[in-house]
């Protein structure tokens, strides 16, 4: 297996690690304190974030680069955690709850879309039909992984908050997992266009975009 393979594997396991630990305590906590009835509010801001998100990193990755985008964004994520731990812990903030849930929902986003960009520009189609699985089953097993370690800890008594210190330190990890296929992934080189091309180059309209058949359809199966 190619190195950069290895680096975006490793990339996904530890997604799926993080994410188990992020989601345990975040459910444990919201449903004890909030009950079920709260769920929809964290999706409606899951949405609204994410859609926002989705048009920042749009426009950002044309000037910062991919790997520039996708460790700064996943370390500002590893930080986010880790605010959400303190706070849960320390301060004893329940409302904190909504937010673990909300980052939950945005890494899982997130971390696939950096993962698919990378794989996508280290590899060609035949090799990416190979490696894509890998890449799948990385996800399954760190989350299996996180899974029954969080019940392992909090069978033997752990407090389970303390799992959000834990998915801040993989998400670290991760971003240094980015930066080993940094190393293996060519960035593409953006040239300055030439004014009388400007118009030819023009962002398409969202109406346009969402005419091609592909793009449709994956929109649709996006919102089911």
Known sequence: MKPAAIFIVGQS???????????????AVFLDVYGAGRLPYVYLIVAGLGALVSYGLTELQSRL??????????????????VCWILLVFADYEWIAYGVLVLFA??????????????????????????????????????MIGGFAAAGF???GGNALHLLAASSGVTVAMA???????????????????PADAAANAKPSLRKVLGVPLVGAVFIYQIL
């Open 13 to 27: 396991l530890a997604l799926g690690l993080l994410l188990a630990f992020l989601i345990v305590p975040g459910n």
């Open 65 to 82: 680069g991919l790997y520039h985008l996708a460790l700064s964004t996943t370390l500002i994520m590893a930080g986010s955690i880790l």
């Open 106 to 143: 945005l890494q899982l986003q997130l971390g696939f879309v950096f993962i698919g960009a990378q794989a996508g520009r280290a590899f060609d189609v035949q090799e990416l039909k190979r490696v894509f699985s890998h890449i799948v089953a990385g996800f399954v097993v760190g989350f």
């Open 154 to 156: 909090a069978a033997q």
């Open 176 to 194: 240094l997992l980015m930066l080993g296929a940094s190393r293996y992934v060519d960035e593409p080189i953006h040239e300055r266009a030439h």
